[in-house]
């Protein structure tokens, strides 16, 4: 979880929670912190969980960088960044999305590819046009509900880790891929039933 695709480091959570100085994070890179202080930044990276949010780690990231006394502002990246803008919108594709497909996670990623495919495919489900923007109308409903209800579980689980509760079942052994599976499972599932409620819609709906 500690990690620079979501916009941070392990150096900025820790620095953040108060556990070490950025003088001494600074000692410890260039070697010449003591051993003590070695093992405990290592220990504290073990044990550090904090939440996963792209999103506002990401502009926090900019913000930091821009608004600290002493800025160590990579400005080449933000001009690359501008022409990368630039090209994207000269070739016809949006530069906001291409750049959330740059800095989000691959697992946040993929149900962003799989929306956009059944969209593309609603879009080509009848050649009536008002059959299909009814549809889109539709899985468009339907999309923003499941955001609205991730957001919420997202909230919920922010509490159970701010009052650090831990309502794990256990139900499958350690290593085992079980999990994962009943997770594909019930994404398969989610996407079955959006497509199935997208194609009953009708014309005036």
């Known amino acids: 979880m500690l990690n620079s695709s979501y916009g941070f480091t392990p ?22 912190a003591s ?14 969980d904090p939440l ?8 926090a990231a900019v913000i930091q960088s821009l608004m600290s006394p002493n ?8 001009i690359v960044g501008a022409i990368i803008a630039i090209l994207m919108n000269m070739i016809g594709i949006s530069p906001l999305a291409f750049a959330l497909g740059m800095f989000i996670p691959q697992q946040l990623n993929t149900p962003l590819i799989v929306g956009g495919f059944m969209a ?8 009536d046009k008002e059959l299909v923007n009814a549809r889109h109308q539709r899985a ?20 159970l880790k701010f009052m650090k509760l831990d309502l794990a079942l256990n139900v499958w052994g350690e290593g085992s891929k079980g999990g994962e599976w009943f997770a594909i499972l ?19 709906d």
């Open 140 to 159: 468009t409903l339907i999309a923003s509900g499941f955001i609205a209800g991730a957001a919420l579980l997202g909230v919920f689980g922010a509490l």
């Open 120 to 127: 593309y495919l609603v879009g080509r489900s009848s050649k």
């Open 35 to 48: 051993p003590e202080l070695v093992e405990q930044y290592n220990t504290e990276v073990q044990k550090a």
């Open 11 to 32: 150096d900025d959570y820790l620095v953040n929670q108060d556990k070490f100085t950025s003088a001494q994070i600074e000692s410890i890179h260039d070697n010449t």
């Open 186 to 204: 019930a994404f398969i599932v989610l996407m079955a039933y959006s497509a199935w409620d997208t194609m009953r819609a009708k014309k005036g």
């Open 71 to 78: 800025p160590n502002v990579q400005w080449s990246l933000y």
């Open 52 to 59: 996963v949010a792209p999103q506002a780690n990401a502009m």
